[in-house]
């Protein structure tokens, strides 16, 4: 096998991991807006949930390239299988490991999301709370595995984004309106599901009466 490895691999690597923290910061900020029903005249509801969508996009994509730069950089031994499979990795085991469960998390979140409205919004909303559980995760995977992540502005971000969405997830419980409870917006680019058509009594005329025929002048 070829030993492909640069330290710009590495930089991307490190790189890419900041990113994607900060943006899955903003996306789960972004998504408590949206379960608590924020957006008026200035900004609508549907806006905050579709730059919640799209940022969680973007996220997941730099989220690929932190994995791809990874797996191809042969100066770590983590390969593709060890980005999904927690404890696979002989690098790092159980830091990355941690990484992966955030993957595995975030992959059912999106896929879900996906099929939302193909599944029932009780189940979706059941695999939305894993994305708490990937934050969380994904977090400690930066600050275990990561080479910024330990000291000065790197580890202040960190601390950051733990704190914000610590905040973030308190005033989601406290702040939620009663209005709210149950339901979160769908997007407005998703068509919302056709209602069944009633069934028509057996007795019911297939073809509506003619009118009677006019005997009157033509
Ligand atoms: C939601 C998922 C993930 C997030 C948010 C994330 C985020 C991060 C962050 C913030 C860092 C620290 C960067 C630094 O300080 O240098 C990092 C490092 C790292 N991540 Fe991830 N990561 C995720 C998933 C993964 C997965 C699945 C893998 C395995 C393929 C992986 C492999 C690595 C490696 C090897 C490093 C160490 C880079 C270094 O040596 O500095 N990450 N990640």
Redesign the pocket.
């Given at each position: 096998m070829i030993a492909l490895t640069t330290p710009y691999l590495?930089f991307a690597?490190?790189a890419t991991?900041?990113v994607?923290?900060l943006l899955?910061t903003a996306v789960v900020a972004l998504g408590t807006l949206v379960a608590n029903r924020v957006g008026g005249t200035f900004i609508g509801r549907f806006e905050v949930n579709e730059v919640h969508r799209s940022l969680s996009m973007v996220a997941m994509f730099f989220?690929a390239i932190?994995?791809v730069t990874?797996?191809l950089d042969s100066f770590?031994s983590?390969g593709l299988i060890?980005?999904f499979i927690p404890m696979t990795s002989t690098?790092?085991r159980v830091p990355?490991a941690l990484?992966?469960v955030?993957?595995d998390l975030?992959l059912a979140v999106w896929i879900s999301s996906l099929l939302k409205l193909r599944i029932k919004n009780q189940s979706w909303r059941f695999i939305h709370w894993f994305s708490w559980l990937?934050f969380a995760t994904?977090l400690v995977?930066?600050y275990l595995?990561?080479?910024?992540?330990h000291k000065g502005i790197?580890m202040l971000l960190v601390a950051g984004c733990a704190g914000f969405v610590a905040l973030a997830g308190i005033w989601r419980f406290l702040g939620r309106p009663t209005r709210a409870a149950g339901r979160t917006a769908l997007s407005p680019l998703a068509s919302p599901p056709v209602p069944p058509r009633p069934r028509l009594p057996e007795s019911f005329p297939k073809t509506p009466p003619r009118p009677p025929a006019s005997r009157g002048r033509r």
């Open positions: 590495w690597t490190r991991g900041i994607v923290m899955f989220l932190h994995i990874t797996v770590v983590t060890s980005a690098y790092k990355v990484g992966a955030a993957f975030l990937a994904s995977h930066g595995t990561g080479t910024d992540a790197g």
